[in-house]
Nanobody, 126 residues
Framework: QVQLVESGGGLVQAGGSLRLSCAAS????????LAWFRQAPGKVREFVCA????????VYADSVKGRFTISRDNAKNTVYLQMNSLKPEDTANYYC???????????????????WGQGTQVTVSS
């Protein structure tokens, strides 16, 4: 099993920044990539971005491209999500998830994610 723990959420004004962390433990060697998803109340879960553990290939949803940056520290088994120029519509619960599937990065939005964290709340005020 893989355990994922997110942290770094909070309340920020529009235009501000936050950095989320996702610490992975357990059978992390079975993980090919890690992604961030978000879900706002009353809305479907949305893919945000993903990164492969080896190589560091990344992919972003159009809604966050140019504002969010995903990165990883393999030595710490941790993935980060730097969020800049935050907007009220970025308000959501943010989850990290892992997938063992070695599929092309551009298709990471539809990979089979088998382990999920508990989520961290991000609230952006206008």
């Amino acid at each position: 099993q893989v355990q994922l723990v997110e942290s770094g959420g909070g309340l920020v004004q529009a235009g501000g920044s936050l950095r989320l962390s996702c610490a992975a433990s357990g059978r992390t060697f079975s993980s090919y990539a890690l992604a961030w998803f978000r879900q706002a109340p009353g809305k479907v879960r949305e893919f945000v971005c993903a990164i492969t553990w080896s190589g560091g290939s990344t992919v972003y949803a159009d809604s966050v491209k140019g504002r969010f940056t995903i990165s990883r520290d393999n030595a710490k088994n941790t993935v980060y999500l730097q969020m800049n120029s935050l907007k009220p519509e970025d308000t959501a619960n943010y989850y990290c998830a892992t997938t063992p599937a070695p599929i092309p990065t551009i298709q990471m939005w539809r990979a089979p994610y088998d382990y999920w964290g508990q989520g961290t709340q991000v609230t952006v005020s206008s």
